[in-house]
């Protein structure tokens, strides 16, 4: 028989971790889906635009038996009252331990998953918002097309964007930040809209949305 390949991992139970500020942490429960003892390792990671260490968590490291499950807590950490939604990143990782072993005629392959979620901390007072991509403003000049976010949210969005009546750009990232402004090159100069595919606040796929491209 050839041999076969699982994946199993440490599964968090959310797909994306919300730190609110008014509550100034989050949890997230990780479950370990091998059918082996595995070491739980939290990575935070920050993305280019923001280097401010703003959360942390703990433990960073635990030994997780099989099928059993690890709290793990997000603390926010700000000197300052957050001002708009910041965005970081966190890495799940499951190291297994002891060595892959094989059986009669069944080799059985073990493989480390990464589970990397984004993680949103969102200021005190500040609403909640389900669909921050229809604040964002599109314009197409010269063959550039830009978008602006001057919402304190952060959108998240397919990287590929469609103009109508024809064309598409491409977006050099899945996010726009709050206060930024992205321009790239597009293949039309006479397109009147944008249709882009937003994702929620939990990462699903939202429905696509048309928005007016400004001159």
Same mark, same amino acid.
């Given at each position: 028989?050839a041999?076969q390949a699982?994946?199993?991992?440490?599964?968090?139970?959310?797909?994306?971790?919300?730190?609110?500020?008014?509550? &100034?942490e #989050?949890? $997230?429960t =990780? !479950?370990?889906?091998?059918a082996?003892?595995?070491? +739980? *390792?939290?990575?935070?990671q920050?993305?280019?635009?923001?280097?401010?260490?703003?959360?942390?968590v703990?433990?960073p490291?635990a030994?997780?038996e099989a099928s059993?499950?690890?709290?793990?807590?997000f603390?926010l950490?700000?000197?300052k009252?957050?001002?708009?939604?910041?965005?970081k990143?966190?890495?799940?990782?499951?190291i297994?331990?002891?060595?892959?072993h094989?059986?009669? &005629?069944? #080799?059985? $392959?073990? =493989? !480390?998953?990464?589970?990397?979620?984004?993680?949103? +901390? *969102?200021?005190?007072?500040?609403?909640?918002?389900?669909?921050?991509?229809?604040?964002?403003q599109?314009?197409?000049?010269?063959?550039?097309?830009?978008?602006s976010?001057?919402t304190?949210?952060?959108?998240?969005?397919?990287?590929?964007?469609?103009?109508l009546?024809?064309?598409?750009?491409?977006?050099p990232?899945?996010?726009?930040?709050?206060?930024?402004?992205?321009s790239?090159?597009?293949s039309?100069?006479?397109?009147?809209?944008?249709?882009?595919q937003?994702?929620?606040?939990?990462?699903?796929?939202?429905?696509?949305?048309?928005?007016?491209?400004?001159?």
């Amino acid at each position: 028989m050839a041999a076969q390949a699982q994946a199993d991992g440490m599964v968090p139970d959310t797909s994306v971790v919300i730190v609110n500020e008014a509550d &100034g942490e #989050a949890s $997230v429960t =990780v !479950t370990n889906t091998d059918a082996n003892l595995a070491l +739980l *390792h939290i990575t935070l990671q920050d993305i280019p635009e923001d280097t401010e260490q703003l959360v942390f968590v703990t433990p960073p490291l635990a030994r997780v038996e099989a099928s059993k499950s690890q709290l793990i807590r997000f603390i926010l950490q700000s000197e300052k009252p957050l001002v708009t939604q910041r965005l970081k990143r966190v890495i799940f990782e499951g190291i297994p331990q002891g060595k892959a072993h094989a059986e009669t &005629g069944n #080799a059985r $392959v073990g =493989v !480390t998953v990464r589970q990397n979620l984004p993680v949103i +901390l *969102h200021p005190k007072g500040l609403k909640p918002n389900r669909t921050p991509w229809t604040d964002l403003q599109w314009s197409l000049n010269n063959g550039q097309l830009t978008v602006s976010n001057d919402t304190p949210y952060v959108v998240r969005l397919a990287q590929e964007v469609q103009l109508l009546p024809s064309g598409n750009a491409m977006l050099p990232k899945a996010y726009v930040l709050p206060g930024e402004k992205l321009s790239v090159a597009a293949s039309s100069q006479t397109a009147k809209q944008v249709r882009i595919q937003p994702a929620t606040v939990y990462g699903f796929s939202a429905p696509p949305f048309e928005a007016p491209l400004k001159p």
